[in-house]
Every structure is written in structure tokens, then in C-alpha cells.
């Protein structure tokens, strides 16, 4: 299977910042890599897929970047309804696989 | 617009049963194929099991492999879980999930929350 790694697993930032998440994998997933975010009590919301690619609707201030085994999620100019738990997910091979999870705090 | 809506979940004993559904609206859902995914109480996302937009092709988790069955009707625009031999880690909210081709996951249910306890 193939595991996924997310640091850090909490993220302490200010409105108006910029961060970086990043999402490692245990073996090539070319660009098969989705990232999705999740606000207490809600379901997930997917902000970019294939990497790289923002999803419809989704502000431009999310970015995703890589391509192997190394990725990132960044949100430039930190907003307050950023803050919430951000997960990246393998769609390269069974079983899909998800990573540990990022947590956004103030 | 696209909605996918759970329902069946509950209480129920270890070792028993439950059959979640998911009724898809706003798209064709014959052409699209599906994905539960599941979360526990303060926990992370687990995908758990895909069925293609014919049936043809199903996967599992290992964690649910012998136990959980998938199936659909796209008459009905219907997606199911039969869930068997229920244990205490099942325990979690069960999301219905689409699955784009490019692949992504870009539509998600509410979820329905399985609670498995004496």
C-alpha cells in the first residue's frame, strides 16, 4: 500500500499569512495526488487534483505543486475560513490512501 | 446541482449488520464511478471500498475485505453498503463519494454515522 505523509500535523498561523503543507509518498504517484479540506462536523471539500489543478469554485490563493513523491499545498494570504484540517489523497493505485491530516489553527 | 444523500446508519451490537444507502440527484450517475470513505470519531479520512459506474470493477480496504459488500443500482441512481460482522472500529461517519475520471473525489455526502457498541 502505499502510505502517505503529511507534515506538519498542526500549523499554528495568522490571517494574511502564508503556509505550506506538504504530503510525501511512500512510492511514485506521478501526479495523482488530490488535496481536500475539512471544516468541523462537514464533509470534505476538494480545493486541487492532479497536484496542481484548482478545482472549480476554489479561490486562487490555494496552490498545489509536485509530482513523484513530494508535494505541497499552499494557501497564500491566510484567510479566516482557511483554518480547518487539510488532507492530501493517492489516487495512483488500490487502495486509495489518504494522509494523516494537517490541522490550520489561529 | 449534484447532491449525494446517506442514510441507514445507527446503533447496532458487535458482529451485526447494517446496509448503508446513497441516493445520487443532479447528475448522471450511471456514468460516474463511486466510493465510500469513512471517518471515526476525531479521527482521519479511510477510504474504504469503489465500484465502477457498471459494476465491473470493485475494491476494498483490507480493514473491510470479506465483510463489506458494495453494490449499485443505477436504475435507482442508488449506492449501497452492506456491512457484515460489525466491529467496534467501524465505528465512524460513512461518506458517499463521487469519483471524477482524471481521478478525483469531487462530490461528498453528509455522511451517515455507524455506531457500533453493546
Known amino acids: 500500500d502505499i502510505q502517505l505523509t503529511q507534515s506538519p500535523s498542526f500549523l499554528s498561523a495568522s490571517v494574511g499569512d502564508t503556509v505550506t503543507i506538504t504530503c510525501r509518498a511512500s512510492?511514485?504517484?506521478?501526479?495523482?495526488l488530490g488535496w481536500y479540506q475539512q471544516k468541523p462536523g462537514k464533509a470534505p471539500n476538494l480545493l486541487i487534483y492532479?497536484?496542481?489543478t484548482l478545482q472549480s469554485g476554489v479561490p486562487p490563493r490555494f496552490s498545489g505543486s509536485g509530482s513523484g513523491t513530494e508535494f505541497t499545498l499552499t494557501i497564500s494570504s491566510l484567510q479566516p475560513e482557511d483554518f480547518a484540517t487539510y488532507y492530501c489523497?493517492?489516487?495512483?493505485?488500490?487502495?486509495?490512501?489518504f494522509g494523516g491530516g494537517t490541522k490550520v489553527e489561529i | 446541482e449534484v447532491q449525494l444523500v446517506e442514510s441507514g446508519g445507527g446503533l447496532v451490537q458487535p458482529g451485526g449488520s447494517l446496509r448503508l444507502s446513497c441516493a445520487g440527484s443532479?447528475?448522471?450517475?450511471?456514468?460516474?464511478?463511486m466510493n465510500w470513505v469513512r471517518q471515526a470519531p476525531g479521527k482521519g479520512l479511510e477510504w474504504v471500498s469503489y465500484?465502477?459506474?457498471?459494476?465491473?470493477?470493485?475494491y476494498y480496504a483490507d480493514s473491510v475485505k470479506g465483510r463489506f459488500t458494495i453494490s449499485r443500482d443505477n436504475a435507482k441512481n442508488s449506492l449501497y453498503l452492506l456491512m457484515h460482522s460489525l466491529r467496534a472500529e467501524d465505528t465512524a461517519v460513512y461518506y458517499c463519494?463521487?469519483?471524477?475520471?482524471?481521478?478525483?473525489?469531487?462530490?461528498w455526502g453528509q455522511g451517515t454515522l455507524v455506531t457500533v457498541s453493546s
Open positions: 463519494v463521487r469519483q471524477e475520471g482524471a481521478p478525483y473525489f469531487d462530490y
Open positions: 443532479g447528475f448522471n450517475f450511471e456514468s460516474y464511478s
Open positions: 465500484i465502477s459506474s457498471s459494476s465491473g470493477t470493485i
Open positions: 512510492q511514485g504517484i506521478s501526479s495523482y
Open positions: 492532479a497536484a496542481s
Open positions: 489523497q493517492q489516487l495512483n493505485a488500490y487502495p486509495l490512501t
